[in-house]
Every structure is written in C-alpha cells, then in structure tokens.
C-alpha cells in the first residue's frame, strides 16, 4: 500500500486510541531494515511508523557525509516506493532532533514538504519530532510552538517530548534517574497552555514515566505508567474534556513489561518507539550465521571459502527475516497485530 496520506494517519491514530492499542513506530538506518520492518508488519497484519533519527539519516545520506537532510529524503523516497508491494499502511516519521539539530534536520524536511504541498501533493514526511528534552522546558515549549503552525499548514503532526527520557539516543544524553524522569502535571499544562488541545494544530507528546534509551537488566529501570493516566486525568478535569485528552508516545520502552506496555497503553499510547529490540534482533543473527558458517565467509587455511555463504544477500535476508520477528513479537506487545485496515 501506499504510504498513509495525512488523514489516513490521523484516523490510525484515532482508530488506536478508540481501540485501546498502539502503533509500534520502528527506527531504521538502512533499506535492509526497512524492509524488515515492511516483512514484519505484514506477517503481523499490523499498520505501523517507520521513523530515521539524525544518526540514521547520516548514515542514509553515506557515513562519511553527513547530510542528514539529504539522507532522510532518500530514506523517504526509498520506503515510499518499496511499500508500495506490501499490503499494510506505514507512515514515515522523524525522530529525536535536538535544538542544534533543527536547523541541519527538521526545518529543511519541513521546507521540502511545503513545496510538495505547495504543487497539490502530501508531505514527505506524517509527522516529525521536536526534542526538546534537553533545554528549560519554557524554551521547549516555546520552540514547539513556533513549529507547530508550519507543520499543521503541511498537514502534518508534531512530537513532542515534555520531561527527560533517561540514556542516550543520536547524541541526545541525559544521566542518572531521578525526579526530572518523570513529568508531572505541571509540566503537561504549560505545554497545553501553549499548544492547546488540537485545535492549535495535532501533536503527540511523549511524557516520561521513568524511560531509558537502550538496554538494562530488568529492575534497573522504574517505569510508573500508571503517572500517565494520573496527569491524563487531571488534564481532562482542567479543561473539562473526555477521558484521555492527549495523544501519548513510549520512547525508552526497550525491557518493558507486557504489563507496563499493557498498562501504558490503557492511558493513551498510541505510539510506542523501538529500536534497540530490533537493532539487537537483526546483529544477532548476523553473528549466529557467521560463527556457524566461518569457514565459508572467511578463506580459512589457504581455502576459497563459499561466495554463496558470504554473498551479503544471504546472511542479509537472514537478519532481515529475525528482525521481521522481532517487528512482530511488537506488534501483540502493543495490540496491533490484525488490526491493519489496509
């Protein structure tokens, strides 16, 4: 199918949030992990985000380059084209870009998108992310909006983060775990203050509940989604609105429990990031494959080796299939799976 236009990607959010389920939204470097992620969505029957990070876009645009801007539309073009053979409905987005990253990152994608929408066509691009985590939360605000009128008028939908995500995500870093990882009412409404509740434009925001980028035993970590439901709930008595007033996203979810997903969810999620599950997924069948087949990737003791074994689509349709699995182990975590409309 083809990518989501604007309104088919608000109706699968709102379709989520009324179904009580999430999208899970996939970062991807590379066409071989889109792909996965294409694979994956449709063994699960699930809608879903595909989404490229600073980081990932450099490493699109050619690793010695760095042309973040560049790299994220050949990302776009790519997965625009190739979702066009698969039978579910994606929609593309940008994650975490710092302020210094704004004007190298998101402000140009925002242009590009504006000329397409300008000549009659849809965004590149359904939503993008502004990460304002690691600046006073006046200024946060204040810099979402100002983004926000220019990415209603592209038709698209701002992410925001109001509190701190804990770990390191594309050189985004905040240490330790302490009150500043969870958000709290209010820190929710000054930025509703400011961004109203839709009207302004559609934004999502992702409040911290305790969440760490990247991996941790199990304890390390102490996530409170129940916070979510708390500060929801307080929203709608202030402003005398339905249950669950904001649109929510999960970013540091890497560890969690089917019942804090489970529990997430219930309280507004409908976008749940995951990117170290799946980075993990596609390296490790990497390595099983090149441990069990050494001697055929490698010319070992004066041998040829075997160009079957160590042509890179071998081992690559190996890592794609593993991450695919991965991609849909995601998708019954958050509900997803069969709910495709495509």
């Known amino acids: 199918m083809p990518v989501a236009t604007p309104d088919q990607y608000a109706e699968m959010l709102d379709r989520a949030k009324a179904g009580g389920f999430a999208y899970p939204a996939f970062n991807v470097s590379s066409s071989q992990t889109i792909n996965a992620v294409l694979q994956g969505l449709t063994e699960a029957g699930s809608d879903g985000i595909i989404q490229v990070t600073t980081g990932g876009a450099d490493y699109f645009a ?18 625009t084209e190739v979702a066009k053979n698969y039978p579910v409905t994606v929609a593309l987005h940008t994650d975490h870009c710092p302020k210094d990253a704004l004007a190298g990152f998101v402000e140009p994608l925002i242009a590009a998108s504006e000329e397409e929408v300008k000549a009659g066509r849809n965004p590149i691009f359904q939503s993008h992310m502004w990460d304002g985590s690691a600046v006073p939360l006046a200024e946060n605000i204040e810099i979402a909006k100002d983004l926000l009128p220019r990415i209603k008028a ?17 050189g985004v870093q905040h240490e330790g775990s302490n009150e500043a990882l969870y958000t709290t009412f209010a820190d929710v409404d000054q930025a509703v203050q400011a961004l109203g509740l839709g009207e302004q434009g559609r934004y999502i925001a992702a409040l911290t509940f305790g969440n760490v980028h990247g991996v941790y035993k199990p304890g390390g970590v102490k996530l409170r989604p129940e916070l979510l439901g708390e500060i ?13 007033p904001l649109d929510l996203v999960f970013h540091g979810g890497s560890g969690s429990t089917d019942a804090e997903i489970a529990t997430a969810v219930a309280n507004g999620v409908i976008k749940m990031n995951i990117d170290t599950d799946t980075q993990y997924a596609f390296t490790r069948a990497i390595a099983d494959y090149m441990f069990k087949n050494y ?29 695919a699995a991965r991609v849909v182990e995601s998708t019954r975590q958050l509900g997803s799976y069969g709910q495709s409309k495509s």
């Open 62 to 79: 050619g690793h010695t380059v760095k042309a973040r801007a560049t790299g994220a539309l050949a990302f776009a073009r790519y997965a």
């Open 154 to 170: 592209i038709n698209a939908i701002l992410e925001v983060e109001i509190g701190v995500v804990g770990g390191e995500e594309d």
């Open 232 to 244: 929801q709930a307080q929203v709608a008595a202030k402003y005398n609105t339905a249950a669950n």
């Open 295 to 323: 001697d055929g990737v490698l010319k070992v003791d004066g041998e040829v080796g075997n160009k079957k074994l160590y042509d890179p689509r071998a081992w690559g349709k190996i890592a794609e299939s593993a991450m």
